[in-house]
């Protein structure tokens, strides 16, 4: 036996640090931390609402008299910030509801600053949840006119930011948004306001789940005249430059899962933060085939907030953050500052 081993040619062990999970959790190259999650919020008008979105699973639609209790949940795990979407009890041309001051979406800063103020909250900017017939800005016959959306964008940011948000995150897509919004925002005196652009999105077929849930679906068409084709990855790097040089804090690559190369080409050519949003149909399809018992959810909800983290994403939009900073905190015994991944 020995001998036969002696006989064998020289090479490298890479199973030696793999062996024991002391071991493996030493070797261990990219940890996740619920401090790292954003956890997207729909808000809605009325109040003691409460309602399950059908294809996402534990996720609901809330009044703002329940964000309370929603922002205790999210500290009392270790998750550091919210992205609010609002659900208006009216529509109209003009997406009024996304800046009017009493709108939805500024009576939920208002709550949550009030009830949470160590939650960082995020303000999704765009205009599809607001429009009677669900595009992202103003129409001009079937097309969203880039430049006349332009101005609603900047007053939703303005408006987010008297009502007290910590970050604005325009998802819009249209083009000069970030140069228009920071000079609305200098304007009125938010100098000091953070501009997470969405910069790299594509128009996916995975937002369908989300679009039940904002009740944004478009009427007709769709949103390819403005959101990115899945197909092109120079392009993004030209529209984060392009954000980045309008004035973008920090950038979101939006879906996660099919564009981990965007994320990874980013990082290496980017240094500001760079976000990823795993979106509302990547949650809906793992939760799904978990139910049918068809994957073990938790080791595939974790190998993959795992691999976006591996990528480069510095931050994980996710709608599965409350069940990973849980599964985090099992099985680090209740210590998320050190929680990192098991593998199982
Ligand atoms: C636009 C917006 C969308 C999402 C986030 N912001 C939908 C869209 O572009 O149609 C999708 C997020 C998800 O699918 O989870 N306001």
């Known amino acids: 036996m020995s001998a036969e081993r002696n006989s064998l040619p020289p090479f490298r062990r890479y199973r030696r640090l ?74 109209d041309d003009e997406a009024s509801g996304a800046y009017d001051p009493d709108g939805v979406v500024q009576q939920a800063i208002r709550e949550l600053k009030r009830a ?85 999105k594509y128009a996916s077929g995975f937002y369908g789940p989300f679009r039940d849930a904002a009740e944004s679906t478009p009427e007709f068409g769709d949103r390819r005249s403005h959101q990115m084709d899945p197909a092109n990855v120079r392009e993004a790097y030209l529209e984060i430059a392009a954000d980045i040089d309008e004035g973008a804090d920090a950038i979101i690559v939006k879906p996660a899962m099919p564009y981990l190369d965007v994320i990874a080409g980013a990082r290496e050519r980017f240094d500001v933060p760079i976000a990823a949003y795993n979106v509302s149909g990547e949650y809906s399809m793992v939760r799904a085939a978990g139910q049918a018992g068809w994957i073990d959810e938790r080791r595939v909800t974790m190998e993959l907030l795992t691999s976006i983290r591996r990528a480069g994403a510095s931050q994980i939009i996710t709608y599965h953050a409350k069940d990973a900073a849980k599964w985090l905190r099992e099985d680090y015994g209740g210590v998320p500052a050190a929680a990192e991944l098991v593998s199982r």
């Not at 949840?129 to 129409?139: A, D, P, R, S, V």
């Open 18 to 91: 793999r062996q024991s999970a002391g071991l493996r959790r030493f070797a261990r190259e990219t940890l996740l931390h619920p401090g790292d999650f954003v956890y997207p919020l729909f808000v809605t008008f009325g109040s003691n609402v409460r309602r399950e979105v059908p294809s996402m699973p534990d996720v609901y639609q809330i009044s703002v008299d329940q964000l309370e209790r929603e922002a205790n949940e999210l500290l009392s795990l270790g998750i550091g910030s919210v992205i609010l979407f609002g659900i208006p009890e009216v529509k």
């Open 116 to 200: 949470a103020p160590e939650l960082t909250v995020i303000g999704d900017v765009c205009c599809c949840e607001y429009t009677t017939h669900g595009h992202c800005g103003i129409l001009h016959g079937e097309i969203v006119d880039n430049d006349r959306t332009l101005t609603l964008l900047a007053r939703t940011a303005v408006a987010q930011a008297q009502a007290g948000v910590d970050i604005v995150a325009p998802s819009d897509m249209m083009d000069g948004r970030v140069k228009v919004m920071r000079a609305a925002l200098d304007a009125a005196g938010y100098i000091s306001l953070p501009i997470l652009s969405y910069a790299a």
